[in-house]
């Protein structure tokens, strides 16, 4: 798949596709799936916006937008199994890291019957947008090399699901903080938020 892509972009799709390897993306599923993953994240990675699978294959010719298009719908591609290569490689650093809830917002300017979205307002752009709302769970290194998210949820809004399923991002940030399990977890706020420490990973996660 390298050979097919452009040279100004094929050492950092060799990069990503090594450091998923070393992640253990092979036991994702089939050579191919890992692969498909590997050219989806270089794609995240290169576009600063609108990465959609016709834009990636734009820039990144090494499969058709069609394939990246059956990655998520149909292949068996386990994202959770994807989070907790991301975990694991999380607590083989030395290093001692701490965790941060933050809430992502990605624009869908023109999806106005997508059951996940809803409108919010957008610091970064001075008003509101309407699109998808991720509560995201990230690891981030003390040395502010490293920031891996660990994991996620989908907030949906009101309108597009039962008074008993409904669920506010301060719950979805609850379910978050129970899920990774850190150990030796003690919370500080900075500037009225929570953010969780970690004194560092076990040193018996990799055995």
């Avoid at 989070?83 to 624009?107: F, P, T």
């Avoid at 106005?112 to 699109?131: D, E």
């Avoid at 709302?133 to 920031?147: A, T």
């Avoid at 003690?186 to 420490?197: D, E, I």
Wanted: a positive charge; aromatic letters at 10%.
């Amino acid at each position: 798949m390298a050979s097919r892509l452009y040279s100004t972009t094929r050492h950092l799709y060799i990069e990503g596709a090594q450091i998923l390897n070393d992640l253990g993306s092979v036991s994702l599923g089939t050579p191919t799936v890992a692969a498909l993953v590997s050219l989806y994240a270089t794609g995240l990675i290169l576009l600063d916006e609108r990465q959609t699978q016709t834009r990636v294959t734009r820039f990144l010719p090494g499969r058709c937008h069609d394939a990246l298009n059956r990655l998520l719908r149909v292949m068996p591609l386990s994202t959770r199994l994807l989070m907790q290569l991301l975990v694991a490689w999380v607590n083989c650093q030395s290093g001692d890291g701490y965790l941060c809830l933050d809430e992502v917002v990605v624009e869908k300017a023109f999806a106005k019957k997508l059951p996940w979205a809803a409108w919010t307002y957008s610091f970064a752009k001075k008003r509101k947008v309407y699109g998808l709302h991720i509560v995201v769970l990230l690891w981030c290194s003390s040395d502010g090399r490293w920031r891996i998210p660990v994991a996620f949820r989908l907030w949906r809004p009101k309108r597009s699901c039962a008074r008993h399923t409904y669920r506010t991002q301060l719950h979805l940030a609850e379910q978050l903080l129970k899920w990774p399990s850190p150990r030796r977890v003690s919370f500080h706020c900075r500037l009225s938020k929570p953010v969780l420490l970690i004194s560092g990973p076990p040193r018996n996660s990799c055995q």
